[in-house]
């Protein structure tokens, strides 16, 4: 391309879609367990959920996909879809319930910017529940620039705030 484009700073991603094999399933598993909420289904085979009412912030459908197997762990397609909570208090509450229902978890991580924890969905799929450290606690090296990097999360430091 011959100029310079710069994507409007206030752009942000507004949904993701998800094919499933057994729609019910992972209803169970993003509104039973994540807490998101019903917004429509089409028919059996699709349902929109949300945080807060919003028209939707995931789409799950079995159009293509209904009773198949998950996607190879060594294929293109969706690493994870990453859901951002408000505080770190939250995130504590998401993850003592998670807990609590013995789900299990594949990681938990510091990112300097975020703390995060990480699972898979009935599917497979990658889901990431994290928060954002506010902007100006984030480490920044010599120059000024972004220093991300991957930690081990602290659990008892995060579990605190549940206190």
């Not at 057994?22 to 349902?47: H, N, P």
């Not at 938990?108 to 954002?132: K, Q, R, T």
Request: net charge negative; with cysteine.
């Amino acid at each position: 391309m011959s100029t310079s484009y710069s994507i409007p700073p206030q752009t942000h991603i507004g949904h993701v879609h998800l094919k499933v094999s057994d729609l019910e399933r992972s209803m169970k598993f993003y509104c039973g367990l994540l807490g998101f909420e019903l917004i429509t289904t089409y028919g059996s085979q699709a349902a929109f959920i949300s945080a807060g009412g919003y028209h939707h912030h995931i789409g799950l459908n079995t159009w293509h996909s209904k009773g198949l197997p998950p996607a190879s762990e060594n294929s293109v397609g969706l690493y994870h879809t990453a859901i951002l909570y408000p505080t770190r208090r939250d995130l504590a509450v998401i993850f003592r319930r998670l807990l609590e229902a013995n789900y299990p978890l594949t990681g938990a991580s510091d990112h300097g910017v975020s703390e995060a924890i990480y699972l898979d969905d009935p599917d497979g799929n990658g889901v990431e529940l994290y928060w954002d450290r506010p902007a100006e606690l984030w480490p920044k090296n010599g120059e000024g620039s972004l220093e991300m990097y991957t930690r081990a999360l602290d659990i008892n430091g995060l579990m605190n705030e549940l206190k």
